[in-house]
């Protein structure tokens, strides 16, 4: 009986920038900056304890050009590991990969083979009789369809395609490399490992076409454990696949309801116990979260008027529950206040005029077309990876131009403003 197991990775994004976190210090903040290293390291780890007869990563393994040549070294020391254990490493270039130069000029050693860009290439496991189909991307933008360039299945071998694929755009993610799950369950090979889409899924089984997710969540859009698939193969069929988590940080997005609160220092009770119900859920990993307060409350205005103090106060009680258990990102003010804007527009005062300046706003052509040429010009010349990870929804309303959006965002915020009481 041929009997093999391998782990599937992607999307590494070894040394990625996390936003925000620059002006931050403490132990938990550098947890979360050096978490993709800690991740991959957990990786190997993992691929060494349980014996894997080779590993792929398809695709995404670096987050665009480095800094110095660090990265790269921290890498090679990580396939030397597995190079000592005999493990060998299937590795393909994704669209992050191919920005980096340094990339094209690092020698890795000799266990890791990397599938080149120009065409599909084909490694063979005699041994095992694996072959594995793959193409790197030249460059980041790559609109064709490379599947029907992969070679046919090898009969007799247990057929593996690596691609890094936006599948359709799946999960909101640049639709890099496109094809349809047909093209791939009509290829013939038995398993499709794919990269770009950061969340976990298995999209068909028998032929297997699987996303194993991001090895490590980097923000608070990517919520819940992250890790590899270990695939277990017995003569020809995958008998067991399975979800390894590899995250050393998890994010999470806490709602907190504040509808009956009537008192700041009971919201941050609130928050308090939201994080403290939430920290079973790393499993003993650092809960990273963002906390959503939501509901009609009397204290709405005081609310923004507080935010710096709240979000402060909000990681202070994270600290106080221990050494790394939990760190508050961010504080995200979803309320609405008790008096709704149409009964604040009829007000004879100030508040009252900026309401109705507010809702006639959104109907004003000359004042959008001002915006637009004030405010639409600079974030067109974003870059698009900056422009597509922005959760914040007054930013994204500016990015996407929709700026009737953008005034209805801005519009409870400077009420609010006006009329929360002073501290």
């Given at each position: ?13 070894l ?11 403490g132990?938990a ?28 990563i ?14 790269g070294?921290f ?11 005999g ?15 340094i ?8 266990n890791v ?6 065409s ?36 007799g ?7 890094h ?16 799950i ?11 490992a ?19 997710g ?10 819940g ?6 695939v277990?193969?017995?003569d020809?069929?995958?008998?067991e696949l399975s ?5 050393v940080?998890?994010?999470a ?34 809960l990273a979260?963002?906390i ?11 609310l ?40 604040l ?5 100030a ?9 006639e ?40 131009g ?6 209805n ?6 009420s ?7 501290e």
């Amino acid at each position: 009986m041929t009997r093999f197991r391998f782990f599937h990775a992607a999307d590494i994004h070894l040394d990625s920038p996390l936003r925000g976190l620059s002006s931050l210090e403490g132990s938990a903040v550098a947890r979360v900056r050096t978490a993709t290293r800690e991740a991959l390291d957990t990786l190997v780890g993992l691929a060494i304890e349980e014996a894997v007869d080779f590993l792929i990563i398809a695709g995404d393994l670096y987050d665009g050009d480095w800094r110095d040549y660090k990265t790269g070294l921290f890498f090679a020391a990580q396939m030397g590991r597995l190079k000592k254990e005999g493990i060998p490493v299937y590795l393909l270039h994704g669209n992050h990969d191919a920005e980096s130069q340094i990339t094209r000029r690092l020698d890795l050693p000799d266990n890791v083979h990397v599938f080149g860009p120009r065409s599909a290439e084909t490694f063979v496991l005699d041994e095992l009789k694996v072959v594995l189909h793959g193409q790197s991307f030249l460059q980041r933008d790559v609109t064709d369809n490379l599947v029907p360039q992969y070679p046919p299945p090898v009969p007799g071998a247990f057929n593996i395609g690596v691609l890094h694929t936006g599948l359709g755009g799946m999960g909101g993610h640049a639709n890099y490399a496109p094809c349809a799950i047909d093209d791939l369950t009509n290829k013939g090979y038995d398993y499709w490992a794919l990269g770009h889409v950061h969340q976990a899924s298995v999209l068909h089984e028998n032929p297997h076409v699987v996303f194993p997710g991001n090895l490590q969540g980097r923000h608070a859009r990517e919520v819940g454990a992250k890790g590899a698939t270990l695939v277990t193969v017995e003569d020809g069929d995958i008998v067991e696949l399975s979800m390894i988590p590899c995250d050393v940080v998890r994010w999470a997005v806490l709602s907190v309801p504040l509808a009956d609160v009537e008192r700041f220092g009971d919201v941050i009770d609130r928050i308090d116990d939201a994080v403290e119900a939430a920290i079973p859920t790393a499993n003993g990993r650092l809960l990273a979260c963002r906390i959503v307060l939501e509901g009609r409350t009397a204290i709405h205005d005081q609310l923004f008027a507080s935010e710096d103090r709240m979000l402060a106060e909000a990681r202070a009680r994270a600290l106080g529950l221990g050494d790394e258990v939990a760190w508050v990102e961010k504080v995200v003010i979803s309320t609405q206040g008790e008096v709704d804007s149409e009964t604040l527009a009829e007000r004879e005062d100030a508040i009252g005029d900026l309401q109705r300046l507010l809702q006639e706003a959104t109907m004003d052509k000359d004042l959008l077309v001002q915006i637009e040429d004030d405010i639409g010009k600079l974030v067109r010349q974003l870059p698009h990876e900056v422009r597509g990870n922005i959760d914040d929804g007054v930013l994204r309303a500016v990015v996407d131009g929709d700026f009737t959006a953008l005034i209805n965002e801005v519009s409870p915020y400077l009420s609010a403003r006006l009329t929360a009481p002073e501290e």
